[in-house]
Structures are given as C-alpha cells and as structure tokens.
C-alpha cells in the first residue's frame, strides 16, 4: 500500500486510463460481432421467408404437369382431350403462361396455342438452350424444373418437364414430355422479390449448375461482393437446387452506430480513469478514517461486551420483538422455551409457541405497553416439561420516532412458579382438607393436583394413581358431550358449577378360581 501510495496523481490517471483503452476496445469489438451477428441472422430470417415462398409458388404451379401426365397414362397416349382438359386446369394455375405436350421430345399440343405458335415441332432433346436438361429429366424420370430459358417464341420462362412413360407389349415406353410454362417476369412477380430490395438487400436468385458456374435467376445489382459477405439460403426445386444470396446495401455494419460506439467508449474511458482519480483521493481520506473508525469500534466493543455480561447476569427470560410478534432476539437461561432451544426461536412469532390463554395475556400486555409505554404484573402460566410454569409478565414498548429499527417491545417473564406452588400448596391444604365430601383439585387443563381421603374410599383410585392425570379417567359415559362443554363454560364464566354427575369407580380385578 505504501508503494502504491508513491504514484502521482497523473500517473495513476494514465495508468488507468490505458486500461480503460484496453477495456474498451475488448467491449467494442464485442458491440460489433454481436451487431454484425444481428444484422445476418435477420438477413438470413428474411431470406428464408422469401426463399419459403419461392419454393412453395414452384412446387404448387409444376405440380400441373402430374395431372398432364395421368391425362397421356389413362388414355394411353391419346391427347385428344388435351385442349379441354388444359382449358380447365388453366383455371386452377392462372400463374403458367401455357402447358404443351413433346412426344418423343417433339413439341406438337400447346395451349393455349395462341401467341405459342413458334414452339409447334421444337425438339427440346436437341435444343441447344433446352437439351441438357430435358436428357436430365428423362435420363432420372424425375420432374426436373429448366431455366430461365429463352423461348422460341420470345421472353425467358421456368420449364417444369415431367417425363411421362407408357405401357406397350408388357414393357414402359418412354412416350415423351409434359410442360408447364411460367414466364420468368410473373413469377418474380408473384414471389415478389424486388421487396427484398425495399428492405434495404442486395439479392441475387441462381441456380446451382453441375461446373460450378451458377447461373444468375435475377439479381438487384451487378456490383461485385466477396462471397463471405453474402447470406446463402438453399432451395430445393424440383431435381436441383437454386441460391438465394442476400447482401444489406449498407453493409453489415452502421457507421454511424459504430463512431457512437467508439465515442462512448472514448467518453467513459475518460469518465472511469477521473472517477479513478477521484477515488484515489477518497481512499487516502478513507485510510485515515479507518484508524479513527479501528478505535471506535474497540470502545463499542468493550461497550457491547459489558452489556452482555450484565444481560447474561439477569436470571430471568428476556424477549425482544418486533410491531408483529416476531423473536428478534432470546435470552432463556437454564430454560428451553416451550420446548425450543434459543436459536430456534429467532424469526418466529411468539403467538405460533404459545397457547391461546398464554398470547390473550401477552396481547393485553401489549396494548397496556403501547398506550403507557410499560406493562407490569400481568401473569400467564403453561406447560413445560410436564410441569406448569407460571410468570409474572414486565413489558416495554419503544416506537419508531424513539429508535433507529423501528418499533420494539421488550419482555421480561419472570419466572414465579415456586411462589404459585408454595401459595397453591397452602390453599390446597387450606381446602381439600376442611371436609370430609369427596373433593378434586384440578389445574385448568383438568389435570388432578390433590385429592382427599373421602376421595380414595369413594372412587377405590388411590391419590397416587390420579395425580397429574386428567379427570377424564372419571367419566362414566352416561353423559353426553354437551354436559361437560356446558360444566366448564359455567366454571369459566362464574367460577363454579353445583350439580350431580355420574363418576366411575375404579374397576376391581376378580380372582377367579378353576
């Protein structure tokens, strides 16, 4: 530290505005390779929606030649339903400009024949421009997709040829061609590729050739790109395959994008390196707080350490809760609370440890506490390791305007069984024993504490046999539940209860003789 403490203020600016440089670079560079990244997966998303449309208008306009052809297998060769039968399917593929028929590779039916005049007696085997792939077509008996190729009679055209071959004496024949025609400017019309350039592309559509040369479809400009610089999408036609190449005519990169971010980083470079600066001048002030900070710390410490040590002298239980009951803090010596040890209630609301009775008074405390500020001599009593504890409650209540943690209360149970056993001895002996009736003396929760002799003649039960046990062990089953419930809320509301009850004896066991 102290070496570092020897840099200059300009030093330490520098130094750390070259790792900002550093930093910046790395950042920018990322900005680009995830714009680039951008730019051509949306590139490639909208040349495969275009690309899906190309494919989807070819399969559905050529599929016209599998009805040409059932026309020649059904009637075995004869065309002259050709005319009519075209007539109708023309409605079905108002996108091909004609359909014809080449038997042997000769073209002799076209329709409509009308403007197609010049195509009559065509040998497309022979053909300079048509006999590569008519020899395709019928060398793989596939429906095989030609062009754009220049027609006789005048325009470029998609060519759709299926090879249609017949059954004689027992064996196929191969009986020639069927075609549909599509003229190259309606379907890039109809698959409306010039919207590709309204984008914002460069395109080229060509079609992939056997020598590696590919043949341009279309194309929106004749500007020369390197390949890497192009979005290839595949489509498949029928027994071959196009290309469509997309290019963004501003390039894959924004200028503008980029001098913003080279800008911006420039700008936080300089931004961070005088923050650094800054820093450096609040980590010397800071070094010297600290040993200020060291010292206060050592005197709350000593201070916090007395304070435990005198919490730790208290006796008695101690809780700190919050507005909602909940344990912030415990100090339970020589006692579990409820059956939890002191870790185990921090968090938890005191109201889910204790009995009803038992949260009915410590809310009584509290109400007391929030309106005086104190609660004192409220007593409370509950079950814990088989034996009834009682406390005597002293509550106090801070607000939020009183402490930084908002509002607290603190509770003080100290622990008075002792003196509630010596008082209850001497009221048991001043009671159970003035008469000679039977009598019991119960807890709250029914369970026996005294009884007298005449007790032990009546019942046979023994005063150690009933001690601690609930008077449940009387009940005879003559009455019904509602008996009891009505007994105990007249002892509850009037503090005593006169009348006759059915009580079992103790059974007997009988020595039977064999």
Same mark, same amino acid.
């Given at each position: 530290?102290?070496? /570092?403490?020897?840099?200059?203020?300009?030093?330490?600016?520098?130094?750390?505005? /070259?790792?900002?440089?550093?930093?910046? =670079?790395?950042?920018?560079?990322?900005?680009?390779?995830? +714009?680039?990244?951008?730019?051509?997966?949306?590139?490639?998303?909208?040349?495969?929606?275009?690309?899906? *449309?190309?494919?989807?208008?070819?399969?559905?306009?050529?599929?016209?030649?599998?009805?040409?052809?059932?026309?020649?297998?059904?009637?075995?060769?004869?065309?002259?339903?050709?005319?009519?039968?075209?007539?109708?399917?023309?409605?079905?593929?108002?996108?091909?400009?004609?359909?014809?028929?080449? $038997?042997?590779?000769? /073209?002799?039916?076209?329709?409509?024949?009308?403007?197609?005049?010049?195509?009559?007696?065509?040998?497309?085997?022979?053909? $300079?421009?048509?006999?590569?792939?008519?020899?395709?077509?019928?060398?793989?008996?596939?429906?095989? *997709?030609?062009?754009?190729?220049?027609?006789?009679?005048?325009?470029?055209?998609?060519?759709?040829?299926?090879?249609?071959?017949?059954?004689?004496?027992?064996?196929?024949?191969?009986?020639?061609?069927?075609?549909?025609?599509? @003229?190259?400017? #309606?379907?890039?019309?109809?698959?409306?590729? $010039?919207?590709?350039?309204?984008?914002?592309?460069?395109?080229?559509?060509?079609?992939?050739?056997?020598?590696?040369?590919?043949?341009?479809?279309?194309?929106?400009? #004749?500007? *020369?790109? +390197?390949?890497?610089?192009?979005?290839?999408?595949?489509?498949?036609?029928?027994?071959?395959?196009?290309?469509?190449?997309?290019?963004?005519?501003?390039?894959?990169?924004?200028?503008?994008?980029?001098?913003?971010?080279?800008?911006?980083?420039?700008?936080?470079?300089?931004?961070?390196?005088?923050?650094?600066? *800054?820093?450096?001048?609040?980590?010397?002030?800071?070094?010297?707080?600290?040993?200020?900070?060291?010292?206060?710390?050592?005197?709350?410490?000593?201070?916090?350490?007395?304070?435990?040590?005198?919490?730790?002298? /208290?006796?008695?239980?101690?809780?700190?809760?919050?507005?909602?009951?909940?344990?912030?803090?415990?100090?339970?010596?020589?006692?579990?609370?409820?059956?939890?040890?002191?870790?185990?209630?921090?968090?938890?609301?005191?109201?889910?440890?204790?009995?009803?009775?038992?949260?009915?008074?410590?809310? +009584?405390?509290?109400?007391?506490?929030?309106?005086?500020?104190?609660?004192?001599?409220?007593?409370?009593?509950?079950?814990?390791?088989? @034996?009834?504890?009682?406390?005597?409650?002293?509550?106090?209540?801070?607000?939020?305007?009183?402490?930084?943690?908002?509002?607290? =209360?603190?509770?003080?149970?100290?622990?008075?069984?002792?003196?509630?056993?010596?008082?209850?001895?001497?009221?048991?002996?001043?009671?159970?024993?003035?008469?000679?009736?039977?009598?019991?003396?119960?807890?709250?929760?029914?369970?026996?504490?005294?009884?007298?002799?005449?007790?032990?003649?009546?019942?046979?039960?023994?005063?150690?046999?009933?001690?601690?046990?609930?008077?449940?062990?009387?009940?005879?089953?003559?009455?019904?539940?509602?008996?009891?419930?009505?007994?105990?809320?007249?002892?509850?509301?009037?503090?005593?209860?006169?009348?006759?009850?059915?009580?079992?004896?103790?059974?007997?066991?009988?020595?039977?003789?064999?």
């Amino acid at each position: 530290m102290l070496h /570092i403490a020897r840099l200059s203020p300009i030093k330490f600016f520098l130094g750390l505005l /070259i790792c900002c440089f550093g930093v910046s =670079y790395i950042f920018v560079s990322y900005l680009i390779q995830l +714009e680039y990244e951008s730019n051509r997966a949306a590139a490639y998303a909208s040349g495969e929606s275009q690309s899906a *449309l190309i494919s989807t208008t070819i399969s559905h306009n050529m599929s016209a030649n599998h009805a040409l052809a059932s026309l020649i297998r059904f009637s075995n060769g004869n065309v002259s339903l050709f005319e009519s039968y075209s007539s109708e399917l023309k409605k079905q593929y108002p996108l091909a400009s004609h359909f014809s028929l080449s $038997p042997g590779g000769v /073209i002799k039916w076209v329709y409509p024949l009308a403007g197609n005049e010049d195509s009559i007696g065509l040998n497309q085997l022979s053909d $300079p421009d048509q006999k590569e792939m008519a020899l395709l077509a019928k060398q793989s008996q596939k429906l095989t *997709l030609a062009g754009p190729i220049h027609l006789v009679q005048g325009g470029k055209a998609l060519i759709g040829r299926w090879p249609v071959w017949i059954e004689e004496e027992n064996k196929q024949v191969f009986w020639g061609f069927t075609n549909v025609v599509v @003229r190259l400017e #309606n379907f890039l019309k109809e698959v409306n590729l $010039p919207d590709l350039a309204k984008q914002g592309y460069h395109y080229r559509l060509e079609r992939v050739n056997d020598n590696d040369i590919n043949s341009f479809i279309a194309t929106s400009t #004749n500007h *020369l790109m +390197e390949e890497q610089h192009w979005v290839e999408i595949n489509i498949e036609i029928p027994n071959g395959n196009w290309i469509l190449k997309l290019s963004p005519k501003k390039g894959w990169l924004s200028k503008s994008t980029l001098v913003l971010n080279i800008g911006v980083a420039v700008i936080l470079s300089l931004l961070f390196a005088g923050l650094g600066g *800054l820093l450096w001048h609040i980590f010397l002030i800071k070094s010297q707080l600290e040993t200020i900070v060291e010292e206060r710390t050592r005197e709350v410490v000593h201070t916090h350490n007395r304070l435990k040590s005198l919490l730790h002298a /208290i006796p008695d239980m101690l809780f700190e809760l919050d507005d909602d009951g909940v344990i912030l803090y415990s100090h339970t010596p020589n006692f579990d609370f409820c059956g939890f040890s002191v870790d185990k209630v921090i968090g938890r609301n005191i109201h889910d440890l204790l009995p009803l009775e038992v949260t009915q008074c410590l809310n +009584e405390a509290f109400i007391e506490a929030r309106a005086r500020g104190h609660s004192i001599g409220k007593i409370f009593s509950f079950i814990n390791d088989d @034996r009834i504890r009682w406390f005597e409650l002293s509550v106090t209540y801070s607000n939020k305007e009183e402490g930084v943690y908002g509002s607290r =209360y603190v509770v003080l149970p100290r622990d008075i069984t002792v003196r509630k056993e010596s008082e209850l001895e001497l009221r048991i002996a001043a009671t159970a024993f003035e008469s000679q009736d039977a009598m019991i003396i119960t807890d709250i929760y029914k369970n026996i504490l005294r009884v007298n002799k005449a007790f032990e003649l009546l019942t046979g039960y023994s005063e150690s046999e009933v001690l601690g046990k609930s008077t449940d062990i009387l009940n005879s089953n003559h009455h019904k539940e509602t008996f009891y419930q009505s007994l105990h809320s007249q002892l509850r509301m009037h503090g005593y209860w006169e009348g006759e009850i059915w009580s079992r004896k103790k059974m007997v066991p009988s020595i039977l003789s064999y």
